[in-house]
């Protein structure tokens, strides 16, 4: 008798339908429907034939996604009897909607922010419309329902997941398609793919990229793409309690249920005699889903430049795998980071998994690179682009493109995983590549990182493996090669890019053959600039157009005689990349010094003005005439001018020359004039600033009572390192040059 009453005062069972009509039955579920009698609805939807979800399992999602935070669990098993027993064609399209209210980054509605006390689930009142009533705790019959079995049983009261609550919707989502969309059987599934899987995109680039939202969204394309299972036999509920009993003890029905297929599908068979999709209808589906995967794999690494670990540091890890006497110490823990923390281990499973699914759908990342190289069209499909015939579906894979850095990342991975196999671009392919994607710049945006690691890492295999095997590139793409990465290295906030970037492009510098060009390019490193033209002129582009370059924000030449000067460096960074040059151009003399036919014969020091142009010009900007010694004089006859400023930014600079001398000047028979003038000027600038630094210290003993020094006080002690460096560079220098001169 107790149990007949209960049922009767439960109206989620009282109103079922026959008893009611189902719109009736879903007005009566916003209104009663609750997290605390979630389960007793999951039990009327999963006992019977499947009728309930299917007439109104497509309207019911709107009533469940906002209990996934306060009941985690009955909400998803919710979802997925819906998907599993509902209509899947109109599931499915009420499931993009969904979807596309996540992406919608104006709608930062939360609506699953529920008090913990109040079983009352808020709808929103719409324009017009009078404000909701809430019948609360009341019955049909107008009883309050009691509330002793939540509060007798509060273990059972499971507790909100951390994280976004989008992102939690989003993964119930993504689950709910795995699921429907191979229940949909008909002539054209790529119809239902294209409308579920675009939205799918959308909210998972707006909702905050994670692991665990990365790895859903992988998991039902692999179930959409993988090999399927036979299906296993439903399993028989584990109790044959009534009704009434089962809102009592909402835990007890477990069960997965069983998956019912299309009720639509027999009937557009009979309508159109078409029992299965054609060949060119799985093409589509095919090629969309290995769109979407790279789509997918290119938001994911893309995401990660707000991380500590900005990519997935593949240059890095090969450099310690290939050079390790090349790694120093500190770079070796940062590698070895990725074999001991957790988040680095989670990034590199799930790049497998992506792998794992390309290779599941054919997608050969070697044929598809070079595609995006050379712009290659499908000889299959020629219309590939061609926006004439366009429809809201695909009709054909040409008109399904892969997102350009999804198929670099994918390749760069696998290259990655395979470091000694032949790489399957040239260094030449590469150079088009990387001008792409990061084109020289008056203004240079700072580069994703994810995307400059890939393409370092392939850079750098090529430059280690196989280096004899293709032709060298002609001096223009080398130059513009080289220049670019220059430029990357100087705006690259991260050290571990920054350094492989400067590594690799000090590597591909020594090895071309031609020592002019090598000359060129330290010429333009030192002077902070470089005459490249635009990259399509050194590609030959059959027709090049004057006007504004629209990523460079420069005037486009059509012709190699009008090149525009763009910068290397910021100006803050100017005496750093002077330094490297400097460095470069050492490392060249230091190979002469072995083998007089390689390297750069140090020759034009002797004498500044019987030399090519392009050595004199190299001359001048490593001893410019017009250095000024610092001295108390100069300092003070302008003090706006910030003399002393200037030459501790370029100390760094001038502590390079001087090394460079250090080498050269005992292989040397002659000497130029400026090169004496230059070591003398900055012994006293550094005499000078020797001074100065003991000023400052003494006077900032005598002010031990104050809490600060003066403004040049502090800013002498800063630079206290590269002034004793100074020092020390023009003591070896001055040896160096008195040995050279005991010898002639």
Not at 415 to 427: G, H, N, Y
Not at 657 to 679: E, F, G, W
Request: hydrophobic fraction near 35%; proline fraction near 8%; glycine fraction near 4%.
């Amino acid at each position: 008798m107790a149990d007949q009453n209960s049922t009767r005062e439960d109206p989620l069972i009282a109103a079922l339908p026959p008893t009611t009509d189902y719109i009736t039955y879903l007005t009566l579920l916003e209104y009663q429907l609750t997290p605390q009698n979630l389960p007793t609805l999951n039990r009327l939807l999963n006992d019977d034939d499947g009728k309930l979800a299917e007439e109104i399992g497509w309207d019911l999602l709107r009533l469940i996604l906002p209990m996934l935070s306060p009941a985690p669990e009955e909400a998803v098993r919710c979802t997925e009897i819906v998907a599993r027993r509902g209509n899947p064609r109109e599931v499915v399209v009420r499931v993009a909607e969904e979807l596309e209210k996540l992406g919608d980054p104006a709608d930062e509605l939360e609506d699953d922010d529920l008090d913990d006390d109040d079983d009352d689930v808020t709808l929103p009142t719409f324009a017009g419309e009078a404000p909701r009533v809430h019948l609360g705790d009341m019955t049909l019959e107008g009883m309050p329902e009691t509330k002793q079995h939540t509060e007798a049983n509060p273990s059972e009261t499971v507790q909100p997941p951390t994280g976004s609550s989008k992102a939690i919707k989003l993964q119930a989502l993504l689950n709910m398609l795995g699921i429907l969309h191979p229940r949909i059987k008909t002539q054209y599934p790529s119809r239902f793919l294209a409308t579920s899987l675009p939205a799918a995109l959308g909210a998972y680039r707006t909702i905050p990229i994670t692991t665990a939202t990365t790895s859903s969204f992988l998991t039902m394309l692999e179930k959409l793409a993988g090999k399927k299972r036979p299906a296993l036999p439903p399993r028989a509920s584990t109790t044959n309690a009534n009704i009434a009993s089962s809102s009592r003890h909402p835990q007890e029905s477990t069960a997965t249920p069983a998956t019912l297929p299309d009720p639509e599908a027999k009937a557009e068979e009979e309508e159109t005699g078409v029992k299965a999709p054609s060949d060119e209808e799985k093409a589509i589906i095919h090629r969309l889903l290995s769109a979407v995967t790279l789509e997918v794999l290119d938001e994911y690494l893309s995401s990660l430049s707000s991380h500590e670990h900005p990519s997935m540091s593949w240059t890095a890890r090969l450099r310690e795998t290939l050079e390790p006497h090349r790694v120093n110490s500190l770079k070796v823990q940062e590698t070895q980071l990725w074999k001991e923390t957790e988040e680095l281990k989670q990034r590199d499973t799930l790049l497998s998994k992506f792998h794992k699914l390309c290779t599941e759908l054919n997608v050969h990342s070697s044929i598809e690179i070079k595609k995006v190289v050379h712009g290659e069209v499908d000889p299959e499909h020629p219309d590939q682009g061609d926006e004439e015939g366009l429809s809201e579906y695909p009709t054909s894979p040409a008109q399904i493109p892969f997102p350009r850095a999804g198929v670099i990342f994918l390749h760069a991975y696998e290259a990655f995983l395979s470091s000694d196999a032949s790489p399957v671009l040239s260094t030449s392919e590469l150079t088009k590549l990387i001008a792409h994607s990061f084109p020289l710049s008056a203004a240079p945006s700072i580069p994703n990182p994810a995307l400059q690691d890939s393409l370092l890492s392939l850079l750098y295999i090529k430059a280690l493996v196989n280096t004899t095997i293709d032709a060298p590139p002609i001096p223009a793409k080398i130059l513009l090669l080289i220049s670019t990465l220059t430029q990357l290295f100087t705006i690259t906030p991260w050290a571990s890019l920054r350094d492989s970037a400067h590594h690799i492009a000090s590597r591909l510098l020594h090895a071309y053959p031609d020592p002019n060009i090598r000359l060129q390019i330290i010429t333009q490193t030192l002077r902070g600039s470089t005459v490249s033209t635009n990259w399509a002129e050194t590609f030959d582009d059959p027709d090049p157009e004057p006007g504004i370059d629209e990523e460079t924000g420069l005037t486009r030449s059509t012709s190699a005689l009008q090149p525009h000067p763009i910068p290397l460096a910021p100006p803050q960074q100017l005496p750093a990349l002077k330094a490297i040059g400097v460095k470069w151009l050492k490392d060249e003399f230091f190979v002469w010094t072995r083998d007089k036919f390689s390297g750069i014969e140090p020759a034009f020091l002797t004498t500044s003005g019987n030399d090519t142009s392009e050595a004199s010009a190299l001359f001048d900007l490593l001893f410019p005439s017009d250095l000024e010694t610092l001295s108390s004089e100069t300092i003070s006859t302008d003090p706006e001018s910030d003399t002393l400023g200037s030459f501790l930014l370029d100390i760094a600079f001038y502590i390079s020359t001087l090394n460079l001398l250090c080498i050269v000047l005992p292989r040397l028979r002659s000497l130029d004039a400026r090169v004496d003038k230059h070591i003398a000027s900055l012994t006293k600038s550094s005499k000078f600033l020797g001074q100065l630094l003991e000023q400052a210290t003494s006077a900032s003993k005598n002010r031990a009572t104050h809490d600060q020094g003066s403004n040049e006080d502090g800013f002498l002690d800063e630079s206290r390192a590269d002034i004793i460096a100074l020092q020390d560079a023009c003591t070896r220098a001055n040896a160096a040059l008195k040995q050279a001169g005991n010898v002639a």
